[in-house]
């Protein structure tokens, strides 16, 4: 840069008229350092991203037997069937949070693999793909296609448009057999959970 004052600059040059050919070569330049600045916001915000999902990776570290349960307890609070005295039941899309549940399950809450069954629930409209939606979810769970129950077809008034349709697989419901007493011991669960919200 000069090293004058930016007033004795346009001093200098308020005689200079530039040629149409000019000013489109100086948009053009302005154009392209507005996208080289863009780009490297874009790059500071992806490396800022990538950085603290690492630092929040590393500080849940390992989950603890206590941990395991807890983080259950707190997933059929959010998402576990709740109303009535019926049985153990879990619904969600997210992969990661049902192998979580079955880990939870089997690991913290003692059930047998063998107790544990689903039902995949899916809209109509993805009825063509239940073949493969089904092969999804029984490679998730690492059960046999037995465990299964026939899937349900929610029929929609209107088609909801999905992105990515090939990856939607609909929800997948778990339901342990003879639960009702793990569902009322999980009530109490969550009750102790709820007494340190104050």
């Known amino acids: 840069s000069l090293a004058v004052p930016k007033s004795t600059v346009r001093y200098w040059c ?5 040629s149409q050919k000019d000013l489109e070569r100086l948009a053009e330049r302005h154009k392209l350092g507005g ?3 863009s780009e490297s916001r874009r790059k500071e915000r992806l490396l800022k991203i990538e950085t603290l999902k690492e630092e929040g990776i590393k500080e849940v570290g390992n989950l603890s037997k206590r941990d395991l349960f807890l983080a259950g307890v707190a997933l059929y609070w959010a998402e576990g069937y709740r109303k009535g005295d ?3 039941g879990f619904t969600n899309s997210d992969p990661r949070m049902i192998k979580l549940i079955l880990k939870w399950l089997t690991e913290a809450c003692g ?3 063998s107790d544990i069954h689903c039902r995949i629930c899916i809209n109509a409209f993805h009825e063509n793909r239940i073949e493969d939606v ?11 296609p037995s465990k299964f129950s026939k899937p349900t077809f929610i029929k929609a008034s209107t088609r909801k448009q999905y992105l990515n ?8 419901r778990v339901k342990v057999r003879k639960s009702k007493n793990l569902k009322r ?3 109490g669960w ?4 709820g007494n340190h919200a104050s």
């Open 14 to 18: 308020r005689d200079i008229v530039l």
């Open 86 to 88: 019926g049985e153990f």
């Open 111 to 113: 059930v047998l693999q």
């Open 185 to 187: 011991k999980i009530m």
């Open 165 to 172: 349709a090939d990856n939607y697989f609909g929800t997948l």
């Open 134 to 144: 089904e092969r999804f979810w029984v490679s998730l769970t690492g059960f046999s």
């Open 190 to 193: 969550i009750d102790g959970m």
């Open 35 to 37: 996208l080289l600045t």
